[in-house]
């Protein structure tokens, strides 16, 4: 098992974990995701990725990069509000 695919692991375990709550930022601009324990959430974890996509947010990991991708959110099988679905 190589470096990278242990931390993808351990990101993809984080990922997992409703608890857990993600940030990131530069200036003047922050993202954040959380979920709650009742919210549908649909996993993914691909080769060199991790995403989780809900109908409030999503968040992606690939190649150490923390980028959401349109295509994420409207493949994912999350019911999401009206507004929402009209990306």
Do not use: C, K, N
Not at 8 to 35: C, K, M, N, P, Y
């Amino acid at each position: 098992m190589s470096g990278s695919t242990d931390l993808l692991d351990l990101i993809a375990g984080q990922v997992a974990d409703v608890e857990t709550a993600w940030s990131i930022g530069t200036f003047g601009a922050i993202a954040e995701f959380t979920r709650d324990a009742e919210e549908t959430a649909a996993f993914d974890r691909g080769t060199g990725a991790v995403s989780v996509v809900t109908a409030r947010g999503a968040e992606r990991i690939s190649g150490g990069h923390l980028w959401i991708y349109r295509s994420d959110v409207r493949s994912a099988q999350v019911p999401m509000p009206m507004a929402l679905a009209q990306l």
